[in-house]
């Protein structure tokens, strides 16, 4: 009875061995997808209005991010220096030798100030000058911060668009 009963189990069991390994697959497809090309991430706050909204769902690839390629006028999700818990979106307004000039308080004063941007650095700051806590308070970011490059909008579907890198003025 056992040598029959374990021939009826075998192609069961092989079954679900292949169907593991399938699982197993997927996972790591998805794991290295998300890792290494792309991902989902949700804006929250008002720092890049009026580009994004609050709430927006946007699909960033970390290619760019990897090859050294993003440039001036690109969206970013970067770690925030002065909160690693935090991921923040902004715009890269300079790379290592530009020349940026920022205003020190938008809300407060006209007074410029100008920095050179270091080596192995990018300035970032938000779209929405007046409630943004970027480059202008914590200054140039370490390009080892930076995670991915924005370059589609996902969610809601009114908002659905490629995202380019067009420097914003204001």
């Not at 290619?63 to 440039?71: A, P």
């Given at each position: 009875?056992?040598?029959?009963?374990?021939?009826?189990?075998?192609?069961?069991?092989?079954?679900?061995?292949?169907?593991?390994?399938?699982v197993a697959n997927f996972f790591?497809?998805?794991?290295?997808?998300?890792?290494?090309?792309?991902?989902?991430?949700?804006?929250?706050?008002?720092?890049?209005?009026?580009?994004?909204?609050?709430?927006?769902?946007?699909?960033?690839?970390?290619?760019?991010?990897?090859?050294?390629?993003?440039?001036?006028?690109?969206?970013?999700?970067?770690?925030?220096?002065?909160?690693?818990?935090?991921?923040?979106?902004?715009?890269?307004?300079?790379?290592?030798?530009?020349?940026?000039?920022?205003?020190?308080?938008?809300?407060?004063?006209?007074?410029?100030?100008?920095?050179?941007?270091?080596?192995?650095?990018?300035?970032?700051?938000?779209?929405?000058?007046?409630?943004?806590?970027?480059?202008?308070?914590?200054?140039?970011?370490?390009?080892?911060?930076?995670?991915?490059?924005?370059?589609?909008?996902?969610?809601?579907?009114?908002?659905?668009?490629?995202?380019?890198?067009?420097?914003?003025?204001?």
């Amino acid at each position: 009875m056992g040598m029959e009963r374990l021939r009826e189990l075998t192609p069961i069991v092989k079954e679900a061995l292949q169907n593991t390994a399938r699982v197993a697959n997927f996972f790591c497809l998805l794991h290295f997808t998300g890792a290494y090309m792309c991902t989902v991430a949700k804006l929250v706050g008002p720092s890049m209005l009026p580009t994004f909204n609050d709430g927006n769902l946007v699909l960033t690839e970390r290619i760019t991010t990897r090859s050294g390629k993003v440039g001036s006028g690109d969206v970013v999700l970067v770690r925030a220096p002065d909160d690693p818990s935090k991921v923040v979106a902004k715009r890269v307004k300079g790379v290592e030798g530009d020349v940026v000039s920022y205003l020190l308080d938008p809300s407060k004063t006209d007074e410029l100030n100008t920095v050179v941007v270091p080596k192995g650095h990018i300035w970032i700051e938000g779209d929405n000058a007046h409630n943004s806590h970027d480059s202008r308070h914590f200054g140039p970011v370490p390009y080892a911060l930076l995670h991915s490059r924005v370059f589609f909008v996902v969610w809601p579907p009114a908002d659905f668009r490629s995202v380019g890198n067009k420097v914003l003025r204001f």
